[in-house]
């Protein structure tokens, strides 16, 4: 029977190096340069072996966006057709162990065989927030967009929840909460059925040359923001010194979130499901020809239903 052996007893052994390329309070500074040239996008390098699964990141998220949360109207209205699901969340608003519509950030535990022995790892897991995005590119209603730092978001006063940016994105992150949003005004029955829900990479902090909330309360330095160009040179750099392995420089055609594991990434056994992406190669969805073509094709209508949506919303707000 194989034993166990702990994060930190692993990582005195074979990955002492990491420590050498961890980054001290640089963060914020480039956090703050970036906000203010937008010269290039930011890139989050997370290491892998440095997460103890404490879960201050989570609940930090939830203090910073829970003004952004979902505050559904209920009976919800009955939707044509029928199979259209119901997602509601409002009741589960504390569960911590996956994505959902309250919940944008989880640790995700992975186990990995290292020497006959077994390795215990926690992932903090996200919005990988792509340099191509599907959900941006496919999104119908203009509700998906893409900020000149990287980030991708979901403006939820625009977004009618028809899920496309679930579908069409590798790793199934949006989630759904029904009863909210401009769909109860204008198609309650037929149009989306509520809002989707992501990480937003706390854009507002961003904005205003501040760290992510996760980024900030995390207490072994587990994460790093910056420049694309600096980020995946030091990821290279982490991997090299530890054995390590990295894991978003090219899945979906690269990603603005790269994480480094002491392990190869197709050895880690994780516990997966709904809301819980797995951390597999995946496609690069906007290579296909067919996504290509929609993307042309879906572009100047969903520029002008999220003109329409905006409008509408700033008239009902001056009523």
């Not at 290491?47 to 559904?72: F, H, L, N, Q, T």
């Not at 072994?220 to 600096?230: A, C, D, F, H």
């Not at 990821?235 to 420089?249: D, N, P, V």
């Given at each position: 029977?194989?034993?166990?052996?702990?994060?930190?007893?692993?990582?005195?052994?074979?990955?002492?190096?990491?420590?050498?390329?961890?980054?001290?309070?640089?963060?914020?500074?480039?956090?703050?340069?970036?906000?203010k040239?937008?010269?290039?996008?930011?890139?989050?390098l997370?290491?892998?072996?440095?997460?103890?699964?404490?879960?201050?990141?989570?609940?930090?998220c939830?203090?910073?966006?829970?003004a952004?949360?979902?505050?559904?109207?209920?009976p919800?209205?009955?939707?044509?057709?029928?199979r259209?699901?119901?997602?509601?969340?409002?009741?589960?608003?504390?569960?911590?162990?996956?994505?959902?519509?309250?919940?944008?950030?989880?640790?995700?535990?992975?186990?990995a065989?290292?020497?006959?022995?077994?390795l215990?790892?926690?992932?903090?897991?996200?919005?990988?927030?792509?340099?191509n995005?599907?959900?941006?590119k496919?999104?119908?209603?203009?509700?998906?967009?893409?900020?000149?730092?990287?980030?991708?978001?979901?403006?939820?006063?625009?977004?009618?929840?028809?899920?496309?940016?679930?579908?069409?994105?590798?790793?199934?992150?949006?989630?759904?909460?029904?009863?909210?949003?401009?769909?109860?005004?204008?198609?309650?029955?037929?149009?989306?059925?509520?809002?989707?829900?992501?990480?937003?990479?706390?854009?507002?902090?961003?904005?205003?040359?501040?760290?992510?909330?996760?980024?900030?309360?995390?207490?072994?330095?587990?994460?790093?923001?910056?420049?694309?160009?600096?980020?995946?040179?030091?990821?290279?750099?982490?991997?090299?010194?530890?054995?390590?392995?990295?894991?978003?420089?090219t899945?979906?055609?690269?990603?603005?979130?790269?994480?480094?594991?002491?392990?190869?990434?197709?050895?880690?056994?994780?516990e997966?499901?709904?809301?819980?992406?797995?951390?597999?190669?995946?496609?690069?969805?906007?290579?296909?020809?067919?996504?290509?073509?929609?993307?042309?094709?879906?572009?100047?209508?969903?520029?002008?239903?999220?003109?329409?949506?905006?409008f509408?919303?700033?008239?009902?707000?001056?009523?």
């Amino acid at each position: 029977m194989a034993s166990k052996i702990s994060r930190r007893a692993f990582l005195k052994g074979s990955f002492t190096a990491a420590g050498s390329v961890a980054v001290s309070s640089s963060v914020v500074k480039a956090a703050a340069s970036l906000a203010k040239e937008e010269t290039e996008p930011l890139v989050t390098l997370i290491d892998i072996s440095k997460c103890i699964g404490c879960e201050e990141c989570v609940y930090a998220c939830r203090e910073s966006d829970v003004a952004k949360y979902p505050a559904p109207e209920k009976p919800f209205p009955k939707m044509f057709p029928k199979r259209v699901p119901v997602q509601d969340w409002s009741d589960k608003r504390d569960e911590t162990d996956r994505l959902t519509p309250y919940n944008w950030l989880f640790i995700q535990p992975a186990t990995a065989m290292v020497n006959g022995e077994e390795l215990e790892l926690t992932i903090p897991r996200r919005c990988m927030h792509c340099e191509n995005p599907p959900c941006v590119k496919l999104c119908p209603w203009g509700a998906a967009k893409q900020e000149p730092n990287g980030l991708s978001r979901i403006d939820a006063d625009i977004c009618l929840g028809g899920s496309k940016c679930k579908a069409v994105c590798p790793w199934n992150v949006p989630q759904r909460q029904t009863g909210v949003g401009l769909y109860l005004d204008i198609l309650p029955s037929l149009a989306g059925n509520g809002v989707m829900y992501k990480c937003d990479r706390c854009y507002q902090r961003l904005e205003k040359g501040e760290t992510p909330a996760c980024i900030e309360i995390c207490p072994e330095n587990v994460q790093t923001i910056g420049p694309r160009s600096k980020m995946i040179k030091q990821a290279h750099a982490l991997a090299k010194q530890t054995g390590g392995y990295i894991y978003g420089e090219t899945e979906n055609g690269g990603t603005n979130t790269l994480y480094v594991s002491p392990v190869s990434f197709d050895q880690l056994i994780l516990e997966t499901g709904k809301g819980q992406p797995a951390m597999e190669e995946v496609e690069n969805m906007m290579a296909d020809g067919s996504n290509l073509a929609r993307a042309m094709l879906i572009a100047p209508i969903a520029g002008a239903l999220a003109a329409f949506g905006k409008f509408y919303k700033r008239v009902k707000e001056e009523d």
